[in-house]
Every structure is written in structure tokens, then in C-alpha cells.
């Protein structure tokens, strides 16, 4: 055995076993490998407007400070997410995007005798997080390619610490209704939390996003994650929340870094929350493209996943990784599902109307 395998056999052994999440690939890179210029991505599910314009300002009207370290309790921005939501400060969590949160969650609570529930096909960090912690990952079969609660429930046991739901779910786009999901909730045991996360929340529309916010009070196990990283256009900053019981969110700050969240985030965020009419903008263009996207491919004979969220699951019935080459051969990046059990989907992040037509036609080209 060489150094370097030695150095492998010392990690703990959930992270030996991972698998890195796979990002989708970045514009720059398929420039340099195949010298395309004009790419267009559509792999995951950043907003096609970009920011918006108040979220620019605040970044502007905060460089000069960058020198300082920024605010390590988000005053500013807690008290614009307790004002909008209608929760106390305490009940904020701020996380270096949600992703940050899902893993203080699992920092938190976790032990390599515990257990952690979730779906199949629900969203890749799940089991992530739950490896590298050395605790034991119980997958549910889906059901529809949706969350099955009640074999997600069945499979909850006394040594179940934490549950993960996605809904809407990344990468399939399926939506529980809230009574289901209440009842679930309610139904499991007080020594497990459930980590709802609400990354899409904003594209299912009328008052869904407030819906869940009002289970805090009944249900201190429970913690809501959400993201300024979709529908707020702000992936590139990393900035996220949770949303819990005070306990639970005091927790979750004893382990996170104390400055988790960079300054042009916690202004930006802020910002964008106020933003009403990006978001709109955000909406409409998702909806228009959506109706888009789903005629094409209904044209082309394809069935898709109805989706919740600013992407759809398509099924190309036949493997999908070559479709996915040829797309990127035509300078059009969309995301292969491989690693979630769909070897035959692409999911396709709806992009600008021209995006979407871009994509169409490279894709009726390739099927050709
Ligand atoms: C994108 C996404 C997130 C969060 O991403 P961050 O950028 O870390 O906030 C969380 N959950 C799901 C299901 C997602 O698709």
C-alpha cells in the first residue's frame, strides 16, 4: 500500500464510502474543453434573471466594509426574515447556503449509532451529510417518484434521529400536500427531527411558504431550511436559513463557524427579500417556461415529471448520458440524474424564453 493509500484508510468510515456530489458543470469549463462560446445552462436551477436589482445595490453600498468581518448573528437579515414570516429571531438559523444548514443538522444530532430516514430520489446532500457523520442512511422507496410518507414512516425507528423531506423534492419536482405532510410530521416521535426543506417553496405559489411556518409552534422537532439561492437569484453568494424552535435553532448555532455568512450575502439577502418585483419577474418567466419546455416536449413524444419547482425531469426513455453529451456538444448544459436511481431522465432547469428555445431545438436536433 502506498502513503496515499494510507492516508484514505484514516478517514472515518462513512467518508471513505461517499460519493462526492457532482455539481452541474460549469460554462467556463465546457468553453475550454470544447472552445464553444454563447453555452447556455440550464443544470441547476439558478435563476435566469440573475440577481435582482436591489440585491446589486446592497452588494455595491457594502464593498467598502469588506475589511471587517461581517456580522456573526445576521442581525440585519434575522430581523427581516422574523418581520416577513412573522417568527422571533431566535427561531433563525443562517447557513452558508441551506446546504450549510442540512449538514450543522447533521453535526448536531448525529452519531454512527443513529439512523436517518429519507426518500429515494430525494435530493443528493442527504446522503452526504449522513455518511460523513458515520450515521446509518435508510432509504424509502418513492412513490410515483415522489416522497412515500408512509413507507418513510414505517421505516422510522427509536433510532431514527433525523428525517429529510424535500418538497417541492429536487431532482424530480414533486410536491406533498400539506395535509400529508402535517399529519407526518405530527406522527413521528418527539426524538426525531424533521428537516423539511423548502428550497423551491417560493415557485409553488399562493401562500405555500407560510403554510409550513405556522407547524413551528406545534412541532419543536421540526426545522424548515430555505435558500436565497433559487427563486432569489443569489446562488454564487451562499447564503441560506433554517427555521425551527428557538432550542433547535440554538443548537444548530453552538456548531456552526461563528462567521458562517460573508457580509455581501447578509446585505444581499436582506435586500432581496424586499424585492417583490424580481420575484414576479422570477415566477412569470418560470411559469412561461415551463408551459414552453413541456409543450416541446410533448411534441417530441417525451413524458416528463410535473414539477413544482424551476426545473423538470424528463424521461428519454433510453439511456440519457449520450443525449446529455450531445446537448454540451451544442453548448446547452442540462443535468444527467444518474447518480439519484433515473438513469434515463435529464432534468432541465427552466431558463429565459430564448434559453428554453435554445435548449428545445438542440434537443430536437439531437433526437433526430
Ligand atoms: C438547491 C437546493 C438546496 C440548497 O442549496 P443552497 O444553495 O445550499 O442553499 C437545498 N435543497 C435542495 C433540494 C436543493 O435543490
Known amino acids: 500500500m502506498n502513503n496515499a493509500d494510507k492516508i484514505y484508510n484514516l478517514a472515518v468510515s462513512g467518508v471513505q464510502k461517499l460519493v462526492p456530489y457532482t455539481p452541474g458543470k460549469p460554462i467556463e469549463e465546457l468553453e475550454r474543453e470544447l472552445g ?14 440573475g440577481p435582482g436589482k436591489k440585491a446589486l445595490a446592497a452588494i455595491q453600498a457594502t464593498l467598502k466594509d469588506l ?22 429571531m ?13 449538514e ?7 452519531t454512527p449509532k443513529l439512523e436517518v430516514v429519507f426518500s429515494q430520489h430525494a435530493f443528493a446532500v442527504y446522503p452526504i451529510v449522513t455518511q460523513a457523520v458515520g450515521a446509518t442512511a435508510v432509504v424509502a422507496p418513492a412513490l410515483n417518484y415522489g416522497h412515500d ?43 426525531c427531527i424533521c428537516v423539511l426543506d423548502e428550497a423551491y417553496c417560493e415557485f409553488v405559489g399562493d401562500s405555500s411558504a407560510d ?23 443569489l446562488a454564487g453568494l451562499r447564503i441560506g436559513y433554517g427555521l425551527s424552535s428557538p432550542q433547535l435553532a440554538d443548537i444548530l448555532n453552538r456548531v456552526r ?39 416541446g416536449f410533448k411534441k417530441l413524444g417525451l413524458e416528463w415529471i410535473p414539477s413544482a419547482g424551476n426545473f423538470v425531469l424528463v424521461d428519454m426513455k433510453q439511456p440519457a448520458l449520450p443525449i446529455y453529451e450531445a446537448l454540451l456538444r451544442k453548448g446547452v448544459i442540462v443535468r444527467p440524474v444518474g ?19 435554445l435548449f428545445l431545438n438542440a434537443l430536437i436536433d439531437v433526437l433526430a
Open 339 to 357: 447518480v439519484y436511481q433515473l438513469p434515463n431522465h435529464l432534468r432541465i432547469t427552466i431558463g429565459t424564453q430564448a434559453e428554453n428555445q
Open 67 to 88: 475589511a471587517l468581518y461581517p456580522d456573526g448573528n445576521g442581525f440585519n437579515l434575522k430581523r427581516a426574515l422574523a418581520d416577513k414570516y412573522a417568527v422571533e
Open 257 to 295: 463557524q461563528p462567521f458562517n455568512n460573508n457580509m455581501l450575502a447578509l446585505a444581499a439577502a436582506e435586500a432581496a427579500l424586499s424585492d417583490t418585483e424580481h420575484l414576479q419577474n422570477t415566477l412569470a418567466i418560470n411559469t412561461q417556461g415551463m408551459q414552453l419546455i413541456t409543450e
Open 211 to 233: 403554510t409550513s411556518i405556522a407547524w413551528l409552534n406545534l412541532y419543536p422537532n421540526l426545522l424548515i431550511t430555505r435558500t436565497f439561492s433559487k427563486a432569489y437569484g
Open 36 to 49: 464553444l462560446t454563447h453555452i447556455i445552462k440550464l443544470a441547476s436551477n439558478e435563476n435566469p434573471l
Open 149 to 191: 410518507l408512509d413507507a418513510m414512516l414505517q421505516r422510522v425507528t427509536d433510532k431514527t434521529r433525523l428525517v429529510f423531506i424535500a418538497n417541492p423534492n429536487n431532482p424530480t419536482g414533486t410536491l406533498l400536500n400539506h395535509a400529508d405532510l402535517e399529519t407526518f410530521i405530527g406522527a413521528l416521535p418527539d426524538t
Open 90 to 102: 431566535s427561531q433563525i438559523t443562517l447557513g452558508n447556503g441551506s446546504n450549510e444548514i442540512l
Open 104 to 110: 450543522l443538522v447533521a453535526r448536531a444530532f448525529l
